[in-house]
T-cell receptor, first 114, second 115 residues
């Protein structure tokens, strides 16, 4: 069955700390991978995506993620977090195809303390 | 880009009542999706439209749920005989057709509370 797992449900960091959020997927065939962010009171927004090519992808606001096919992982990283990064982060996988629907993980709530 | 618009933002209803939500996607997007999100969970896929055709429905979508996209523009999601378990955030998303890795653009959602 297709699934996405995020093992960190709640992360608390101080400003300037480094961030790594785990994401593992189970998906047959070609997979496209995404990280979305939801700031308090706002809609889900795309941070970055991987669909082919360089497995290290860079997104907005200094975020990056690395696709490691052998580990079925797509972890999100940021070298130095800011208070404004406080949000919920969702990893998602999709195979494209006829529907291009996405399967989401359960999310990681990040709280950055000033 | 005016974004995906959903109405209403909040809906409180009594068990057994019917409710209808509306989604206006980004105008040039052919693909439209409905998702449901409950507390502590990620969005779960409900159904998908390509233009006016409903091409996929999740088994989460019981026969009390129906979705339409009559002219390939806005979409409605109706829940009949609501139950307390229907309480959730209902999200709409759209994307352009063509690229199979196009990201989904989400609306702010409609939060349903069934009392």
């Amino acid at each position: 069955a297709q699934s996405v797992s995020q093992h960190n449900h709640h992360v608390i960091l101080s400003e300037a700390a480094s961030l790594e959020l785990g994401c593992n997927y189970s998906y047959g065939g070609t997979v496209n991978l995404f990280w979305y962010v939801q700031y308090p009171g706002q809609h889900l927004q795309l941070l970055l995506k991987y669909f082919s090519g360089d497995p290290l992808v860079k997104g907005i606001k200094g975020f990056e993620a690395e696709f490691i096919k052998s580990k079925f992982s797509f972890n999100l990283r940021k070298p130095s977090v800011q208070w404004s990064d406080t949000a919920e982060y969702f990893c998602a996988a999709g195979g494209g195809g006829a529907t291009n629907k996405l399967i989401f993980g359960t999310g990681t709530l990040l709280a950055v303390q000033p | 880009d005016t974004g995906v618009s959903q109405n209403p933002r909040h809906k409180i209803t009594k068990r057994g009542q019917n409710v209808t939500f509306r989604c206006d996607p980004i105008s040039e997007h052919n693909r439209l999706y409905w998702y449901r999100q409950t507390l502590g969970q990620g969005p779960e896929f409900l159904t998908y439209f390509q233009n006016e055709a409903q091409l996929e429905k999740s088994r989460l979508l019981s026969d009390r749920f129906s979705a339409e996209r009559p002219k390939g523009s806005f979409s409605t999601l109706e829940i009949q005989r609501t139950e307390q378990g229907d309480s959730a955030m209902y999200l709409c998303a759209s994307s352009p057709s063509g690229q199979n890795h196009s990201p989904l653009h989400f609306g702010n959602g409609t939060r349903l509370t069934v009392t």
